[in-house]
C-alpha cells in the first residue's frame, strides 16, 4: 500500500518536470538566465501589485515582428509566466475598446525604441506601462538616448508618466529597470533615464508620485476671461498674481500645492470662451492648443452644453466609439430627450467616466485614513437622574403640544 502511494507520487513528480521541460524550449539556450531574471520580475509584480491591487494587464502577443530569437525568449517568458498564476489577463494583438477601460497594466515586448512608441500610440489608454525592451545595443549611450525617447514620447504626446522600462540586453543577460523624473530640483520635463535599484515591485516602486512637488517648473494654463470664474490682470508681472475668481483661485491653490509656476497664455482668439471640437475633427481655442501641445492645461467654464455637445466631447478625450456609428449615438440620445429613459446614456458613459468614483481614485489621493472612536460615558446616579427628568418633560410638552394641535384640528 505504502510502496504504491510512493510509486505514484514519483510518477507525479516525472510529469511535473516533463510539463516544466516542455516549457522550456530554450532549456540549452544561452538566453535561460535572462528568461529567468524577466520571469522572477514579472512574477513580483503580479504579486505585490497586479493581485495586491486587483489590476487586470493586458499582454500584448503583437511581438512577432521581434526577429526570431527575441520572439522565442518572448514566448518562453509568457509560457513561464502564464502557467504560474491566476491572474486577469488578456493576451491579444490589440486591445478592444470594451476591454481597455477595465484594463489598467500594459505589458509589451519591444526591440527598439520606435516599436516601443508605435505600440502605446496605438493602444490610445492612459494606464500604467511595463515596457520590456529585448536590446543587443552594446553602447550605454545609445541605449539611454533610447530610452529617453521613449520616456519623452510619454511625457509630452501621452502626458502619462507611469511607465516602468526593463532593460534586457540578450548577449549579456542583464535586466535593468529604468524610470525618468521629469520635475527635480534641478531640472525641468527632464526624460533622462534613472536606473532604479531592484525592488519588491510594489505599485509604489513601479510608479512612484512624480508631481507631488514640480519644483517650480512652468506649467503654461491656456485662459479667457469670464466672471465670476477666471479674472485676469495681465498687468502683474507674476502669473500667480494674474488670476483670481473661483477657478483662478483653483489654479493657484494647484500651483502651490504642486509647486508649480503658472505661466498664463491667452486663448485664441484671446475672448473665446473655451473652444469647440467637432466631429469632423476640426478644433478650435483651448481645445485646438492643447492638441497641438502649445500649452499644458486649461481650466475655467468651458464645457457648458447640452447632451448634444457631448458626442465631440467624448471624441476628444478619446472615447471615439461612443458616437460611432451615428446611429448608435442617436438611438441612445432619443431615448434619453424623446423617452425620459437615461439608461443607455449611463451604461455608455459609465465606461469612461468610471474612475471618478472616489473609491476607484482614494489611494491617488493622499488623504490620510480615517478612524472614529467613541468614548461612552458613565453618568453618576445625580447626572443619570438629572437627564431622566429633563427627558421626561421633553417627552410631556411634545405630548402637550400634540393634544393641543389635535384639539385645534378638531373643534
Ligand atoms: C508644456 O507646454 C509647453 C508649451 O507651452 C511645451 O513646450 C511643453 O512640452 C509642455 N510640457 C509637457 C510636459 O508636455
Ligand atoms: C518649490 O520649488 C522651489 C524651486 O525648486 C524650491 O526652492 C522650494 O523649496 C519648493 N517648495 C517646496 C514646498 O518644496
Ligand atoms: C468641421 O465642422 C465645422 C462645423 O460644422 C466647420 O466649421 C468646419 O469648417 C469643418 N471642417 C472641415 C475641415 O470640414
Redesign the pocket.
Known sequence: MELSSAGFHVLHILALLQVQVAAWPVEESPHLPLVRKITDVLHRIRVNTCAAHNLRVFISTDYEHLDEKEATLVRCVLDYSLSREELPVVLASQLSPELSVRVRLQLLFVQSPAQAIAACSALEIKGMYLIVWLTSQPEVSVQRSGMSQIFAHFLHRLYNLNVLLLLAHMERSTLQPFAFLPYT?GSCANTEPVELPQREWRLREMFPYRLS?M??CPLSVIVWPIAPYMNLHWEQPRGVDQVDGLDGLLLRIMASRM?FTIQLLPNEPPELVGGSSYLNGTMTGAYRMLLDRRANLTLSSAVTGTIDDLPPVLQFVGFNEACQPAAAWQTVDKSFQLNYNPKPLLDLLENRLWRTCIYKVKHELGIPSQTEVVHRQELSNVEALYYREEHIKCHNKIFDLCKLEFCVSSY
Open positions: 530640483a512637488n519644483h517650480g509647486n
